[in-house]
């Protein structure tokens, strides 16, 4: 077990090493960032004084190797827009974002489990057929489509829930829990189809195996049965496919940020790509590059604990 | 859902427009948020927005394009490199701090330290020295005769000097001004928020309370506005203009921008090129119907130009300014005699979202000049690249779409930046933007930067109007219109400047 951990520690390093130098070097393909940082009226003198003031100037090899250098200790640069710690900027964003993906999460596999059961259970039935239209249209929606349609719905027509924003929520630094209905709903909608489905999909061929059957004759209820033996067993590709889904609703609620004026990282992430400051969306690369490979981390640890025949070598 | 659950979120939801709505308070959204808060270390409108409600600065743009004083109650040119400045007496930070001689000049000392060049310091190249001459007056040296002096102190806010000497960067967290509202507090994509400062020399604002948000999503901030979550929104877009005013809730207010949209032409081809000749550039002005582009792209918000500058810019000719008449016969007739009477072929290059609907803008004007027989083979392109081409001379097309928003309302920002062709003997090079290149032209704006009189200088941008009607180097487009939608319990008027001064809004 320990060392299957160190392994998959170093795994981890060599990932995000990777992911740093890919950030940096693909950066370099997007344009110049003097053109775009500096008003048109800017003077030649004007705009080498500021690319020899950002190191812009110096050859990319070198700039890469005192990047390197510098992230090691934790330095991810200056934003070039805001002047201040890349890292802090992502960092500081982080729980935002985190709230979002955690009420998504929750949202994706409350309703998504419930219905895959559902779907299961009332195989045949026009129920099924529902949910299995609802989850397959899930999946397909355009997530910008979604965003504006529930504001169009939720929030303009209907008017129950607001717009968009981080409100004031009953702790600091939490949303208000209005806030947070839209957004988690629009980020988790694909992910609480994907858990549908592959919900159903296991409970199904759960309950047609052996231990089932053998649930059934001793005279177990329904719900037991479902719930403890057919679930239980169907978790697995689900945990997997959790732990995948959250590192896609932590790092692709891009344009849902957007859309909803969400303080997350996404949000940012966009803004500095657009505004092309190389160093906060390198710091948002790493950033994500390490909780990524963490996360994936723990699923693979989870499955010890819901399958005791996994073993650790 | 049950009946529970829902009443449970709509209470939720009026706490929060409740919250938003208080009847002191108002709500400005713009695209992106603050990025720092230090006004003389940025150039960008969405910062300075707010900014600019905290500090003040010297001199005050009004609504007409003029420079008004404002902290400083005058300034006059002793000779052509010295300037002495007054300052309004008795007004104080909202620490309790004095606005004295000695911290202006303080202030241009920080911004002309060549150790920590700020983002403005460009601007103040030209000045050398700075002395304080009594309390209330100052004294300005600079290396060159400087007209643009008075202008530029339009974007010259003034720091405290104790706060900030005595705080090092704190001062940075929590701004402290002279302005009209004080800073409450920030939180960074969240909300900007602003209380009114009751002893503002210039009287107390009426709005008790504003708020800045940032909503990067033009269509939320439209869903927002409709709904009362906001008051004021910035960069309308024509598509949402009919939703906004159909609301009943909030109305379209615009005003003409400084900005200018052209196109910009190769002229320095060889002398057998067709764009080198005055008369082919002359008819495709001729070819192009501007009105129609205005009326039918741009939603009505735009108005029709026949050269660089607009009337808030100082230099303005409304006669040498008049649009070119639409008039393809005429155009197809100087083709002709040009030499082209069955046209011809050229590329043109467009960025995409920009400026206000600029591709469809391009892909009007391609339809419009087909009409006459010249054939453009249009490209679009990403905002980035394209502005690295124009600046780096690069530029694959034979005719660019560009935009200039001429942030100093006088014209040396448009006309020297944009067409001084580098042919004056001893004087300096050309610019990046120049493809024209005319003796009298350089020569007249080399001039009019020499000199402080404004008459003499109003004369000399005469004369270079005159060169480029003469030449017509560009096709002249439009002059755009900012957008924003305004919530009907504002009053509140847009400005060319695009600055939101809280203390020019009341609530009805």
Request: proline share 6%; hydrophobic share 45%; glycine share 8%.
């Amino acid at each position: 077990m320990a060392a299957y951990l160190i392994r998959r520690l170093a795994l981890v390093l060599v990932v995000v090493w990777g992911t740093a130098t890919l950030a940096f070097f693909l950066l370099f393909l997007s344009g110049d960032p003097v053109n775009l940082l500096l008003p048109l009226d800017a003077t030649p003198e004007v705009r080498e004084q500021f690319r020899k003031a950002n190191g812009f100037d110096r050859p990319v090899w070198q700039q890469y190797l005192s990047y390197m250098g510098r992230a090691v200790q934790g330095d991810l640069g200056i934003s070039l827009r805001n002047q201040t710690p890349a890292l802090g900027l992502v960092l500081e964003r982080m729980p935002a974002s985190m709230v979002l993906a955690g009420a998504a999460l929750l949202f994706a596999v409350v309703f998504g489990v419930l219905a895959g059961v559902i779907a299961a259970v009332r195989k045949g039935t026009t129920l099924e057929f529902v949910v299995l239209f609802f989850a397959l249209l899930g999946q397909s929606l355009p997530v910008f489509w979604l965003a504006l349609m529930l504001i169009l719905v939720f929030g303009l027509e209907l008017r129950w829930l607001p717009i968009s924003g981080y409100g004031v929520g009953p702790l600091p630094g939490l949303p208000a829990l209005a806030n947070l209905v839209l957004p988690a709903i629009a980020v988790g909608t694909f992910s609480m189809a994907a858990i549908t489905r592959l919900t159903r999909g296991g409970v199904l061929r759960e309950l047609r195996s052996d231990h089932v059957r053998t649930a059934r004759a001793k005279g177990l209820g329904e719900r037991v049965v479902i719930y403890k033996h057919a679930l239980r067993n169907a978790a697995i590709p689900v945990v997997t496919v959790i732990g995948l889904q959250l590192g896609n609703l932590l790092s692709g609620a891009v344009i849902t940020e957007t859309i909803f004026a969400w303080p997350g990282v996404g949000r940012l992430v966009l803004t500095a790509v657009t505004q092309q400051d190389f160093p906060v969306v390198q710091a948002a690369v790493i950033v994500f590059a390490v909780l990524l490979a963490v996360i994936n981390l723990v699923v693979d640890l989870l499955y010890g604990v819901l399958d005791p025949r996994v073993r650790y070598a | 859902m049950n009946k529970g659950w829902i009443g449970f979120l709509a209470s939720l939801a009026l706490l929060g427009s409740v919250w938003a709505q208080r009847s002191d308070t108002i709500v400005i959204a713009q695209g992106v948020d603050v990025t720092v808060l230090d006004p003389n270390n940025q150039l960008e409108t969405p910062t300075a927005n707010v900014l600019a409600n905290i500090f003040d600065t010297l001199y005050m743009r009004m609504p007409d394009g003029t420079a008004r004083p404002w902290l400083a109650t005058g300034v006059r040119a002793i000779n052509p490199t010295t300037w002495e400045m007054t300052i309004r007496q008795g007004v104080k930070f909202h620490n309790g701090e004095d606005l004295t001689a000695e911290t202006v000049k303080w202030n241009f000392e920080r911004v002309i330290d060549p150790q920590r060049p700020l983002r403005i310091s460009n601007s103040w190249a030209n000045l050398a020295s700075v002395q304080v001459v009594n309390p209330t007056t100052l004294r300005f040296t600079t290396r060159n005769p400087f007209p643009v002096f008075v202008t530029r102190l339009t974007g010259f806010y003034i720091l405290p000097q104790k706060y900030v000497t005595e705080n090092g960067n704190r001062y940075l967290q929590e701004p402290v001004g002279t302005g009209p509202y004080k800073f409450v507090r920030w939180v960074r994509d969240q909300q900007f928020e602003l209380e009114a400062n009751p002893n503002y020399w210039g009287g107390a604002p009426k709005i008790r309370r504003v708020i800045f948000r940032p909503i990067p999503e033009a269509s939320s901030r439209v869903a927002e506005l409709i709904s009362g979550g906001v008051d004021i929104i910035t960069n309308l877009v024509p598509e949402a203009v009919n939703a906004v005013r159909s609301s009943g809730a909030a109305e379209v207010r615009s005003v003409p921008s400084i900005r200018n949209i052209f196109i910009m032409l190769n002229t320095s081809g060889k002398a057998d090129s067709p764009l080198a000749n005055p008369k082919v550039r002359l008819a495709l002005n001729y070819a192009v119907d501007k009105r129609a582009i205005v009326k039918n792209v741009l939603g009505g918000f735009g108005q029709p130009t026949g050269c660089p500058l607009n009337s808030y810019i100082f230099g303005y000719d409304a006669r040498s300014c008049q649009p070119y008449e639409y008039n393809p016969t005429r155009a197809k007739q100087l083709l002709a005699e040009a030499g082209y009477p069955n046209g011809f072929t050229m590329t043109m290059g467009s960025p995409n979202g920009r400026y206000l609907n600029d591709r469809q803008v391009a892909e009007a004007l391609v339809g419009q000049l087909a009409q006459v027989g010249v054939r453009v083979e249009l490209r679009v392109q990403e905002w980035s690249t394209y502005v690295g081409q124009i600046l780096e001379r690069r530029i694959p097309t034979d005719a660019v779409l560009l935009g200039w928003g001429n942030n100093e309302f006088d014209a040396d920002n448009s006309l020297y930046s944009l067409f001084y062709g580098g042919t004056v003997r001893g004087g300096p090079r050309q610019v990046a933007f120049s493809y024209i290149r005319s003796v009298p032209l350089d020569n007249a704006l080399l001039q009019a930067q020499r000199t402080t009189d404004p008459e003499q200088r109003k004369k000399l941008y005469l004369d270079a109007l005159r060169v480029l009607r003469a030449e017509s180097p560009w096709i002249f487009l439009h002059q755009q219109e900012d957008l924003y939608g305004v919530s009907k319990r504002v009053d509140w008027k847009p400005r060319p400047d695009e600055r939101l001064f809280a203390a020019d809004m009341a609530l009805k």
